[in-house]
């Protein structure tokens, strides 16, 4: 029932088990006088416990595992105080997630420009213009139904990271890079579906060129030899035997 629920989830673990959290809460009615209905949605409450609880082992977070019994409403009762406590240490791990992003964004941006006076500038124009062309790239990801499931994953974590890292002032272009190479790793599928994508990529790094060659830094490339490739090579086809004699 929840496969598709599962390829929605964010890459972030703590983002994928805060969401879980989300659906129980949406499914679950405390207010629910009826112990038939909440009976009915027995097995829902099993399969999203069984899926955070193996969120949780496969990424190493630490939760107490319940002893259910033959009693379906003392399970239920069981259930619903796991999700209430792990949603409460999901979001103080999130919390504490979203400092050190802070810390990092702000360290990356002013720890280089301190020390160093360097620093990429971006203005208010470019901001938006990359932020407007990554939700497009984002967009056209989604829609491209010949890309693996998996490799969407780690486009849409790898734009992720390029967000969070756009800002007036970069000690460096690592997410950029980054992201660039990330995208001729995977991104691949049918050409006609992939073709926005890598338009949209390339005006992002007509964006990025541009302020790299404000600083006076020369690029040995071309922006080609970074864009995924649109084209498939076909096998080559077998000659025709000719019959001898």
């Not at 790239?137 to 829609?143: A, H, L, T």
């Not at 890309?147 to 790898?158: E, G, N, Q």
């Not at 460096?172 to 073709?195: A, C, H, S, Y």
Request: proline share 4%; aromatic share 10%; net charge neutral.
């Amino acid at each position: 029932m929840y496969e598709a629920y599962l390829r929605s989830l964010s890459t972030n673990p703590l983002h994928a088990c805060h969401s879980i959290c989300e659906t129980f809460f949406a499914l679950h009615n405390p207010n629910q006088s009826s112990t038939a209905s909440r009976k009915r949605d027995y097995h829902k409450y099993i399969e999203l416990y069984v899926i955070l609880q193996t969120l949780f082992k496969k990424n190493d977070i630490a939760f107490k595992e319940l002893e259910l019994k033959d009693d379906i409403d003392h399970n239920i009762s069981l259930i619903v105080d796991f999700f209430i406590q792990s949603k409460k240490t999901i979001r103080r791990a999130l919390d504490l997630q979203d400092t050190q992003e802070l810390i990092e964004k702000y360290r990356s941006q002013y720890e280089t420009n301190i020390l160093s006076g360097f620093s990429y500038e971006f203005d208010g124009q470019q901001i938006q213009k990359i932020t407007d062309i990554l939700i497009k790239i984002n967009e056209s990801v989604r829609k491209a139904n010949s890309i693996d499931v998996i490799h969407k994953a780690r486009l849409k974590a790898s734009l992720e990271r390029l967000k969070k890292s756009v800002h007036k002032n970069m000690s460096n272009m690592d997410r950029f890079w980054g992201f660039m190479f990330e995208t001729r790793l995977v991104l691949k599928g049918d050409p006609e579906e992939i073709q926005p994508v890598v338009a949209h990529i390339q005006e992002l790094a007509n964006i990025y060129y541009q302020v790299i060659s404000a600083t006076g830094d020369e690029l040995p490339f071309k922006i080609q030899s970074f864009l995924p490739s649109t084209s498939q090579e076909k096998p080559p086809q077998e000659k025709p035997k000719t019959s001898e004699g």
